[in-house]
C-alpha cells in the first residue's frame, strides 16, 4: 500500500489521533478527507473537510457522495463511556456498541467497494483482549467486537486485495487518557507505526508494550494475567 499520491477518509479527524493521522497522511502525499460530527472543529490544513456522524447512516450516506475514488479508510472516530455491563442503565453500553461496533461497520460498508486494491485501518484497543474496571466494561466489549468485525472484513474484503490493519494500543495522549496520570505516547508516534505498517502490509499493529503484553497473555492461564493486571501490564 502506497500512500504518497492515494487518496485517504479519517473518521474522527479532528482531534487526538484522528487529527494526527490526517496530518501525518498530507505528510506523506495523500490528498484527505478529514470527517468529524462538527465541520466547524476541523482545522487540519490542506485536508477536506467533511461532516460525518458515523452513527447516523444518512450522515454516512451523504459523506459518502461526496467522495470519488478513496484507496485508504481509516476507521479512528470512537468513545469511551462509563458504562459497566450490570449498572442500572444500558444507554451508555449502546452508545459504545453504536459507535465503536456499529458505527464503524457501517462507514466500512459505504465505502468498501470503491476500496479494491486500497487498505483499511480499524483503531482497535488493548481493552479488545482485557477487562481491568467495571465502568470500562462496555467500551471493552464494543473493542473486543470491533476486532472481530476488523477480522471478519479482511477475510470478505480478501478477493478485491484490500488490506485490513488493526492498530492496538493502550496509552496515547489524547483526551480519553487525559485523566491518568502515567506515560503516554504522542500520536504522533502512534500514527507513524500504524501507517509504517499498513504500507508494509502488516494486518496488525501493536503500539506499545502494555498492548504487546496484553497480546501476548492471552496464550496462557488468564488467572495469572488477572491476579496482577497492573504488574502484568508495565512489566
Known amino acids: 500500500m502506497q500512500i504518497n499520491g492515494s487518496t485517504a477518509l479519517v473518521t474522527g479527524a ?4 484522528g487529527k494526527a493521522f490526517a496530518e501525518a497522511l498530507l505528510a506523506r502525499g495523500a490528498t484527505v478527507y478529514a470527517t468529524a460530527r462538527r465541520l466547524d472543529s476541523i482545522d487540519t490544513p490542506g485536508a477536506i473537510a467533511l461532516q460525518m456522524d458515523i452513527t447516523d447512516p444518512a450522515s454516512i450516506e451523504a459523506a459518502a457522495r461526496e467522495v470519488g475514488d ?12 462509563d458504562a459497566p455491563l450490570l449498572g442500572p442503565s444500558l444507554e451508555n453500553i449502546s452508545r459504545d456498541l453504536d459507535t465503536n461496533f456499529w458505527g464503524t461497520l457501517n462507514v466500512t460498508r459505504a465505502f468498501a467497494p470503491r476500496l479494491a486494491g486500497g487498505a483499511i485501518l480499524n483503531v482497535i484497543s488493548a481493552l479488545s483482549w482485557y477487562t481491568i474496571a467495571p465502568g470500562s466494561n462496555g467500551y471493552a466489549a464494543s473493542k473486543a467486537a470491533e476486532w472481530s468485525l476488523t477480522n471478519g472484513i479482511r477475510i470478505e474484503l480478501a478477493e478485491q486485495k484490500t488490506l485490513v490493519t488493526a492498530l492496538a494500543l493502550a496509552i496515547a495522549d489524547t483526551d480519553m487518557m487525559a485523566g491518568y496520570d502515567i506515560p503516554k505516547l504522542a500520536p504522533h508516534v502512534v500514527v507513524a507505526q500504524a501507517l509504517d505498517g499498513m504500507e508494509a502490509g502488516k494486518i496488525e499493529v501493536i503500539a506499545d508494550k502494555p498492548t504487546a503484553n496484553v497480546k501476548a497473555s492471552l496464550s496462557g492461564d488468564p488467572a495469572l494475567f488477572y491476579a496482577d493486571i497492573t504488574g502484568n501490564l508495565f512489566r
Open 14 to 17: 479532528n482531534r487526538g489521533l
Open 70 to 81: 478513496l484507496n485508504i479508510l481509516i476507521n479512528n472516530a470512537g468513545t469511551s463511556t
